[in-house]
């Protein structure tokens, strides 16, 4: 009995999921040093979060480009794109925040990473919702 993974119309593409997939432990990431930032003001924690949102951000715009690509060409669904862009959105003005000096980037940084956080999971479940298990050839 094989189990099989049917690409229908909305399913993401091999390269899209890539990058799709691995903003989520990034922004997650970044998260959590955000978290540990508030908690011991040690500032190693804000440059961790900062190269963290920057990785995410490269991904999340290769990623955004992909989602465009496939919007035009009508396999993918508005909805996706929307939440795609927003986290686009948010987590540039996250990058653009943890910019500045440690000390002031508390506690709206953490703020941003939640929120730049629950949307790449949204976006991530919205992009692999389509994927279903085939039956038995």
Not at 26 to 32: E, N, S, Y
Not at 58 to 80: K, S
Not at 102 to 110: D, E, L, Y
């Amino acid at each position: 009995m094989a189990v099989t993974f049917e690409r229908s119309t909305g399913a993401i593409g091999p390269f899209h999921a890539v990058f799709l997939a691995a903003t989520t432990p990034l922004f997650f990431g970044a998260l959590l040093s955000d978290i540990a930032y508030a908690k011991s003001y040690e500032i190693q924690w804000s440059n961790f979060a900062s190269w963290l949102l920057i990785g995410a951000m490269v991904l999340a715009t290769i990623a955004l480009l992909c989602g465009i690509v496939e919007f035009f060409r009508g396999l993918r669904r508005p909805v996706y794109l929307l939440v795609l862009a927003a986290t686009w959105i948010v987590g540039f003005f996250d990058a653009l925040h943890h910019s500045r000096d440690a000390w002031a980037i508390m506690p709206t940084a953490v703020v941003l990473s939640v929120i730049a956080t629950v949307l790449a999971c949204v976006a991530t479940w919205i992009g692999f919702a389509s994927l279903r298990a085939g039956g038995v050839r």
